[in-house]
C-alpha cells in the first residue's frame, strides 16, 4: 500500500559563503582556540522548512502550494529521499520516482539510447524493463535516427521529449511531480499531457508542487499550503486553493 | 535495481570520452607508452640498471602508479561531478563513487597492453606469481573505495580539498618508488617505508614482474586497506545523508 508520511520534519541550509566554505578557516579556527573560533564561524543557517507533518495514502493527489522560495522544492526532495531532514522522520512505502527538472542530468555526449538506459537505471527501472520500454519511448519522442546520435546535437525541444519519454515510462507507488514538467512545442504538448495524465492515474501517491491553479485543480484533490517553510494550511483542493488567494490578495490584487 | 548501474556508467565514460577519436582510451595507453620509453633511457643510465631489469620495472610502475593517482584525484570529485544528478534522483550515493573506480580499473586493463609488449620485449616470463597481481589490484581497487568515501566526503564539504590532494600526489609520485627503486637508495629512508603507497604498489609490481611480495609486505598492505575501509565507512555512513547538502 504506497503511502508517504512526514512527521515534525526540519530542514536547514548552511549558507557556506565563498570564504568558509574553506578548510583553512575551519582548521584556523580550531587552531585560534575553541571559544573565538565558535564565534568566529557564525554558520548561517536558512530554515527551508520547519516541522512539517502529513500523511499521504493511495489515491491522494496533493498539490504543493505556495510561494517562490516557500519550501516546495526542497520539501519534494525530502519525499524524494534526497535530503535527509535535520530533524524529524520521512516514512515512504512504495517505489519513489521524482520528476523535477527533467531536462537536468541528461548525459549530452551519451546517444538517445545510451540517455534512455542512463535514465531508466537512474529511476530504479531493470534492465529488462528498459528494453521493454525502450520502443515505446522512442515512438514516443519521434525522434527515430535521431536516437543513434549523441543528444548534444538536439535541439532543447529534442531534449525535453527524451527526458519526457523516458521519465514518464515509469509506473511508480509515489509520483513526485515539479512544475518544470512543463512542455515545449505545441504539438507536443498535446501527446505530453495524456501521458501526463497516465502516468499520474497509474501512479499510487501523487505530489505536485506548481505555481498553475488550472492544473493543480485537473490533477490533484488535496493541498498542502507552505508558508516561509512551515505548513500553513492542508485540506482539499478547493479550500486550499481559497485559503491560499486569499491569502495572496494584498500583494497580486488583479488576478 | 542500482545494482549495476555504476557499471554501465563507468562504461559509458569511457566510452564517450573517445567517441569521436579514432584510438579511443588508447590515448591514455599512448601517452604512458611514451612516458615508459622515454624516461626508461634516461633513469636506467642514471640509476646505473640494465635496461632488461629497469623498462619492465618501470613500465609497471607507472602503470599502477596511473591507476593510483587516478583513483586518488578522481574520487575527489565523485559526487561533486554528479551534483546534477543527486539533487534530481534519490540513487544510492555510493554509484558515483564505484563508478570512478570501475572507469580506472578499465584504463588500467588498456595500459596492461604496454606491461606485455615490455615483457616480450625483453623475453621474461612472470610464472606463476603473476597470478598473485589480482589480488593486489584489488587492494588498490579496495582503497579506491575507501578514497571515495573520504576524499569525496570531505571535497563535498570543503572545496579546497581536490587541489590539495592534486598536490600532494604529484609530490607523492617522487618519494614513492615508482621510477626508482628502494634498492637505489644507499641508505633506509623513512619517507619510503612510511608511505602507505609503496606497499600497494609492491604487491601488484612484484607480481607482474615474477616475484611473489613478502608476507610482511602483504600484511602491511592488507592493514592499510583495512583501516582506509574503516575510516570510509564510518564517514560515509556519518555524513552520507548531508552530501546532497554540499554539493
Given at each position: 500500500m504506497p503511502s508517504i508520511s512526514l512527521q515534525h520534519v526540519d530542514v536547514s541550509f548552511p549558507i557556506y559563503e565563498g570564504v568558509q566554505r574553506s578548510l583553512r578557516h575551519v582548521v584556523m579556527a580550531t587552531s585560534t582556540g575553541g571559544r573565538i573560533a565558535s564565534d568566529s564561524r557564525h554558520r548561517v543557517v536558512v530554515e527551508a522548512l520547519k516541522d512539517v507533518s502529513f500523511v499521504a495514502d493511495r489515491g491522494d493527489?496533493?498539490?504543493?502550494?505556495?510561494?517562490?522560495?516557500a519550501g516546495k522544492t526542497t520539501l519534494l526532495r525530502v519525499l524524494a529521499g534526497i535530503y535527509e531532514p535535520i530533524r524529524g522522520q520521512?516514512?515512504?512505502?512504495?517505489?519513489?520516482?521524482p520528476l523535477f527538472d527533467i531536462s537536468l542530468g541528461m548525459d549530452l555526449d551519451a546517444t538517445g539510447y545510451e540517455n534512455i538506459r542512463i535514465r531508466g537505471?537512474?529511476?530504479?527501472?531493470?534492465?529488462?524493463?528498459i528494453s521493454a520500454q525502450t520502443g515505446e519511448i522512442a515512438e514516443f519522442t519521434e525522434l527515430g535516427q535521431?536516437?543513434?546520435?549523441?543528444?548534444?546535437?538536439?535541439?532543447l525541444g529534442m531534449r525535453t521529449r527524451l527526458a519526457f519519454g523516458v521519465s514518464t515510462s515509469i509506473t511508480p507507488d509515489i509520483l513526485l511531480l515539479d512544475e518544470g514538467i512543463g512542455a515545449v512545442d505545441a504539438n507536443f504538448v498535446e501527446r505530453a499531457d495524456a501521458r501526463l495524465k497516465a502516468l499520474i492515474e497509474r501512479s499510487g501517491v501523487m505530489v505536485l508542487a506548481s505555481h498553475s491553479m488550472s492544473l493543480l485543480r485537473r490533477f490533484c484533490n488535496k493541498a498542502l499550503v507552505l508558508e516561509h517553510g512551515a505548513v500553513s494550511f492542508i485540506g482539499s483542493i478547493d479550500e486550499a486553493l481559497g485559503a491560499y488567494a486569499s491569502q495572496r490578495e494584498p500583494i497580486t490584487e488583479k488576478s | 535495481m542500482h545494482s549495476h548501474l555504476w557499471l554501465v556508467l563507468g562504461w559509458l565514460e569511457i566510452k564517450q570520452r573517445y567517441r569521436r577519436s579514432k584510438i579511443g582510451p588508447f590515448w591514455i595507453t599512448l601517452s604512458l607508452g611514451i612516458m615508459v620509453a622515454a624516461s626508461g633511457f634516461i633513469y636506467s643510465r642514471l640509476l646505473g640498471s640494465e635496461l632488461r631489469d629497469y623498462l619492465p620495472s618501470l613500465a609497471v610502475g607507472l602503470i599502477i602508479w596511473q591507476l593510483m593517482s587516478g583513483l586518488i584525484n578522481e574520487e575527489c570529485?565523485?559526487?561533486?561531478?554528479?551534483?546534477?544528478?543527486?539533487?534530481?534522483?534519490?540513487?544510492?550515493?555510493s554509484v558515483h563513487i564505484l563508478r570512478v573506480v570501475w572507469k580506472n580499473l578499465i584504463i588500467l586493463a588498456h595500459n596492461m597492453i604496454i606491461y606485455v609488449i615490455a615483457m616480450l620485449f625483453y623475453f621474461r616470463n612472470p610464472g606463476f606469481a603473476f597470478f598473485l597481481a589480482p589480488f593486489g589490484v584489488a587492494l588498490v581497487a579496495l582503497n579506491g573505495l575507501a578514497c571515495g568515501m573520504i576524499l569525496g566526503v570531505l571535497s563535498a564539504r570543503f572545496r579546497d580539498i581536490p587541489p590539495i590532494i592534486a598536490n600532494a600526489v604529484q609530490l607523492a609520485f617522487f618519494i614513492t618508488p615508482v621510477l626508482w627503486k628502494p634498492e637505489n637508495l644507499k641508505t633506509r629512508l623513512l619517507i619510503v617505508e612510511a608511505n602507505p603507497l609503496y606497499y600497494l604498489l609492491e604487491v601488484v609490481r612484484k607480481p607482474l614482474l615474477g616475484e611473489a611480495p613478502s608476507l610482511s609486505f602483504w600484511a602491511i598492505a592488507i592493514g592499510i586497506t583495512a583501516v582506509n575501509l574503516t575510516l570510509g565507512f564510518s564517514l560515509f555512513a556519518r555524513f552520507r545523508g548531508r552530501i546532497a547538502y554540499w554539493v
Amino acid at each position: 500500500m504506497p503511502s508517504i508520511s512526514l512527521q515534525h520534519v526540519d530542514v536547514s541550509f548552511p549558507i557556506y559563503e565563498g570564504v568558509q566554505r574553506s578548510l583553512r578557516h575551519v582548521v584556523m579556527a580550531t587552531s585560534t582556540g575553541g571559544r573565538i573560533a565558535s564565534d568566529s564561524r557564525h554558520r548561517v543557517v536558512v530554515e527551508a522548512l520547519k516541522d512539517v507533518s502529513f500523511v499521504a495514502d493511495r489515491g491522494d493527489r496533493l498539490a504543493l502550494l505556495g510561494h517562490n522560495g516557500a519550501g516546495k522544492t526542497t520539501l519534494l526532495r525530502v519525499l524524494a529521499g534526497i535530503y535527509e531532514p535535520i530533524r524529524g522522520q520521512v516514512i515512504a512505502e512504495g517505489r519513489v520516482a521524482p520528476l523535477f527538472d527533467i531536462s537536468l542530468g541528461m548525459d549530452l555526449d551519451a546517444t538517445g539510447y545510451e540517455n534512455i538506459r542512463i535514465r531508466g537505471l537512474y529511476l530504479g527501472m531493470t534492465e529488462a524493463e528498459i528494453s521493454a520500454q525502450t520502443g515505446e519511448i522512442a515512438e514516443f519522442t519521434e525522434l527515430g535516427q535521431f536516437l543513434h546520435m549523441p543528444a548534444r546535437t538536439y535541439s532543447l525541444g529534442m531534449r525535453t521529449r527524451l527526458a519526457f519519454g523516458v521519465s514518464t515510462s515509469i509506473t511508480p507507488d509515489i509520483l513526485l511531480l515539479d512544475e518544470g514538467i512543463g512542455a515545449v512545442d505545441a504539438n507536443f504538448v498535446e501527446r505530453a499531457d495524456a501521458r501526463l495524465k497516465a502516468l499520474i492515474e497509474r501512479s499510487g501517491v501523487m505530489v505536485l508542487a506548481s505555481h498553475s491553479m488550472s492544473l493543480l485543480r485537473r490533477f490533484c484533490n488535496k493541498a498542502l499550503v507552505l508558508e516561509h517553510g512551515a505548513v500553513s494550511f492542508i485540506g482539499s483542493i478547493d479550500e486550499a486553493l481559497g485559503a491560499y488567494a486569499s491569502q495572496r490578495e494584498p500583494i497580486t490584487e488583479k488576478s | 535495481m542500482h545494482s549495476h548501474l555504476w557499471l554501465v556508467l563507468g562504461w559509458l565514460e569511457i566510452k564517450q570520452r573517445y567517441r569521436r577519436s579514432k584510438i579511443g582510451p588508447f590515448w591514455i595507453t599512448l601517452s604512458l607508452g611514451i612516458m615508459v620509453a622515454a624516461s626508461g633511457f634516461i633513469y636506467s643510465r642514471l640509476l646505473g640498471s640494465e635496461l632488461r631489469d629497469y623498462l619492465p620495472s618501470l613500465a609497471v610502475g607507472l602503470i599502477i602508479w596511473q591507476l593510483m593517482s587516478g583513483l586518488i584525484n578522481e574520487e575527489c570529485g565523485a559526487f561533486l561531478a554528479a551534483e546534477g544528478i543527486i539533487k534530481q534522483i534519490p540513487a544510492p550515493l555510493s554509484v558515483h563513487i564505484l563508478r570512478v573506480v570501475w572507469k580506472n580499473l578499465i584504463i588500467l586493463a588498456h595500459n596492461m597492453i604496454i606491461y606485455v609488449i615490455a615483457m616480450l620485449f625483453y623475453f621474461r616470463n612472470p610464472g606463476f606469481a603473476f597470478f598473485l597481481a589480482p589480488f593486489g589490484v584489488a587492494l588498490v581497487a579496495l582503497n579506491g573505495l575507501a578514497c571515495g568515501m573520504i576524499l569525496g566526503v570531505l571535497s563535498a564539504r570543503f572545496r579546497d580539498i581536490p587541489p590539495i590532494i592534486a598536490n600532494a600526489v604529484q609530490l607523492a609520485f617522487f618519494i614513492t618508488p615508482v621510477l626508482w627503486k628502494p634498492e637505489n637508495l644507499k641508505t633506509r629512508l623513512l619517507i619510503v617505508e612510511a608511505n602507505p603507497l609503496y606497499y600497494l604498489l609492491e604487491v601488484v609490481r612484484k607480481p607482474l614482474l615474477g616475484e611473489a611480495p613478502s608476507l610482511s609486505f602483504w600484511a602491511i598492505a592488507i592493514g592499510i586497506t583495512a583501516v582506509n575501509l574503516t575510516l570510509g565507512f564510518s564517514l560515509f555512513a556519518r555524513f552520507r545523508g548531508r552530501i546532497a547538502y554540499w554539493v
